[in-house]
């Protein structure tokens, strides 16, 4: 699929897309990420649109490992107040909303008009996600992870590590289409219940993730498995960052997930002169 039906606009995936984070959180891992109060959210708004991203993910709860537990009318709270500001700044803003529960996905799009839903859970942490996405119609972001973001990293043992992912995709993509959701994107989860190597073994295979013909997109921004491999703290992770992105251009990712924007969109556009050079 090289298209995707934005708000009844189509979304041209033939060009890699940017995803700018927004995190209303007090706890997400990068500290420089954190927006909590109006005058942060805004310009953090005005940064991410001025760089040049395509979407703006909005999270009111930090899946970092073993993140604080955040009960749904706070996440709802939070996601309320960002969203007022955000849709006051840019309007006409391609949002997604990232979040496992049902309730709120519904909440966010049928008040506020969000493009998209991106579940790290794919539905497995509320039963009833599947079915409210197949009444809201919007494109819908599922991830592969095990458990809860407390407990994901216990389990990181697999059989067939590609093969596990592959099955668990195969099934929800199977599970959707059934439902009548048909606009669906794949999210290989890295960093999410996998151990540095396994993420690295993921992005060596990442062009297989094309047999499921579906927009892929790809997470690395300033986590564990950089930092881990080049010896960094968070906030000297962008180069490594920069570097996982192109390669994840180069194997079919269509869409990029980060806190820095900026080096993101160069990055692409960089890839496009390269494809088109060829």
Request: net charge negative; hydrophobic share 40%; glycine share 6%.
């Amino acid at each position: 699929m090289t298209t995707s039906n934005i708000k009844g606009e189509l979304m041209d995936f033939s060009t890699p897309k940017v995803m700018g984070i927004l995190n209303i959180t007090p706890d997400s891992f990068f500290e420089g990420s954190r927006k909590k109060t109006e005058k942060e959210i805004a310009e953090r708004i005005l940064q991410i649109v001025t760089e040049g991203a395509d979407i703006i993910d909005v999270g009111g709860y930090s899946s970092r490992p073993n993140a604080a537990f955040v009960c749904e009318q706070e996440e709802k709270e939070r996601l309320r107040f960002g969203l007022s500001i955000l849709f006051r700044e840019v309007p006409d803003a391609i949002v997604s909303i990232d979040t496992f529960r049902a309730n709120v996905a519904r909440e966010c799009v049928e008040k506020f008009g969000i493009a998209i839903i991106n579940d790290i859970s794919a539905g497995e942490l509320d039963n009833n996600m599947f079915d409210v996405m197949a009444d809201l119609q919007v494109p819908y972001l599922i991830m592969h992870m095990r458990g809860t973001p407390q407990t994901m990293m216990k389990d990181t043992a697999y059989n067939n590590l590609m093969k596990d992912i592959f099955l668990y995709f195969a099934e929800k993509v199977s599970r959707l289409h059934q439902k009548g959701v048909n606009d669906i994107w794949i999210d290989p989860g890295f960093g999410f219940s996998k151990t540095t190597r396994q993420n690295y073994e993921i992005l060596n295979n990442l062009e297989q993730f094309g047999i499921f013909e579906l927009p892929l997109l790809v997470g690395f921004s300033r986590k564990t498995l950089i930092r881990d491999v080049i010896q960094v703290s968070v906030n000297e992770a962008l180069n490594g960052t920069t570097a996982l992105n192109m390669f994840a251009l180069t194997q079919g990712a269509n869409i990029l997930r980060v806190h820095d924007v900026k080096e993101a969109v160069q990055t692409v556009r960089l890839f496009n002169t390269i494809k088109e050079a060829s």
